[in-house]
Every structure is written in structure tokens, then in C-alpha cells.
């Protein structure tokens, strides 16, 4: 068996690292990061990167120049999956960053082919930046929506002004209230993602509160939290390095998620469902609100009387590849 790549082979075959799909050697191109809800999915890039790259605390495509891939090879990549999966049920996801920004048309044209030649696909999901969102027509993104895109995972992180503008996130709290409610407009499900800790020790209620707002004005179906932690690489760890940004300590992030969750007055799932949080919290809004307070108010009672607690979720904080 040989190893390169992120890629496993015998012979002539490649087995992609989820394990379950067999392919020929030929460069399958496998998008490197996807979100955990998606483990089970078949990847399918679209495009290479990021074409914005600037958030502060993201390092995920420093190194790799925002591309289109050719058409041809997309479908290509497609017809090798179809070799295998033609008869499966399977859910999809596209790669990498922001695939919606290509021309709707060759969006359109790849998902057609993809569902016509993967016939048991239930589901298609995608990451978007909210201000390619509002740069596309609703229309174009009806289109796509008809062509079988069903599911945009949008990076909110925070609703902060302040914050949003800290970590270089290039959107503005009424520009992504305005994405996710015309993401929604277009028949879209929306998945947004909010970064606990990411106002560091100081601004976690600025950080709380400010996204309680956004998350309110556009009543996501759900609602994603994975906890800050610092990347090699990032803007913000030289900060860190520096001294000029303190990491949340458990109980801030902890004491935060709680002021966030009773601000929110949305219909959405919540849930922590990343390693980087510090406890898996899933369930529906509001009705599932009181028996997560209570996991958190657990769980900061816990902390205060277990400082071998305390050490396990503060190494959570060098994990390094999410
Ligand atoms: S967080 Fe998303 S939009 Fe920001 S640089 Fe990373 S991949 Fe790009």
C-alpha cells in the first residue's frame, strides 16, 4: 500500500481516506477541509481555496491559490464516483471555500450532471461567504437551489461589528443578516457557523449578544458553534504570540455560550458538534434551550471544583488540525 497526498493506492486503485470509496488512479481532487456534518459525504471540488483568505483566525488555505477547476474535470471527478455510487443513497458536498462564486450557469450545469448521474443523492451542501450571497441574484440563486443544491454553510463567527471587523471577516452584521435572509428567500436550508471565544477574555459579552442579534434577524436552520483555537499560521496567533490577544479560558467560552444561548430567539438547531468544543451540545430552539443551559451551568460547576477538568479542556486549545 502507498501513501501520498492524503491518498492511499494499490496498484492502480486509489482508496480515498474516508475509506469507502475505491477510485482509479487518476487525480481524484479531494477539497481538504469539510464540515464534521458532513464525514459521510462524498467530496466533489469545484473550486481550489479561498478566494477572500483574510480572516485573521484561519489559516486553512494560506497556502493554496483560489482556482476554478476546469469543467471537463469536475465531471470527470464525477463520473468516477458514479463508477461506484451509482446505486447508493449518499449525500454530497462541494468544495472548497466558496464554490457558489463561479458563474451560476457552470454551477447549474455541474449539479445537473451530478444528480443525473448519481441518482440516489439526497442532499447537496455547500460552503458560502455571505457577501458572495448577496452579490448573487436571487434568481441565480434559485437556480441553483432547483438544480439540487440544497444546503449553504455560511461562516457568521460572530455578529459583532466591532469583532467582525478585528477578524478581517470582510462582511458587516447587517450584510450577513441580509446573506442568510436572502439565502433563505432562495429555499435554501442555511447552516451557520459561530466561533466561541473569538472575542478573546475580554469581549466575550460584546461577542455574545452581537451574534444573539444576527442569529435572530435571520432565524437559521441551524446554528453551528465550534470554539476558538489557535492555528499555526493565523493572523491572530501572532497576536497571541505578541500579547495582544488573551485566549478565553474555559469558563469565559463557557459563560459565553450561555448569554448566547439565552438571547436567541430563533427556531434552530443548535449544536457544538466540533472536537474544539468544550461540550456537545445538540438540540432544538427553544425547546431544547432550558436543558442546555442547564449541560453548561453543569459544567461550569464541574470546573470550578475539578482543576483535571480544567487542564483537559484547556489543551483543547492546541489542537492543531480541524
Ligand atoms: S474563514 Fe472562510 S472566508 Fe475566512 S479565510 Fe478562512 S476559508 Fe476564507
Redesign the pocket.
Known sequence: MNYEAGRFWEDDTVIMTKGIIRLKKREYDFPPYRPPSEADSLLLRVTRG?P????TF?S??KDIKFQRRPILEIKEDIDMAAELYSDYDLTVFIGD??SILIKTENLVDILEYLHEKLPGISRVTSYA?AKTIIKKDVEDLRRLREAGLHRLHV?LETGDEELLKEIK?GASPEEMAEAGEKAKKAGFELSLYIILGIGGNENWQQHAKGTARVLNLIDPHFIRARTFTPRPGSEINDRISQGTFQVATPEVVLKESRLLLEELQVHSHFLSDHISNYIPLDGKLPEDKGMMLQLIDHTLRSLAEDENMRGRLTRKRFLRHL
Open positions: 479561498c477572500w483568505n483574510n480572516c484561519c486553512m488555505y471555500s466558496n461567504r461562516g471577516k
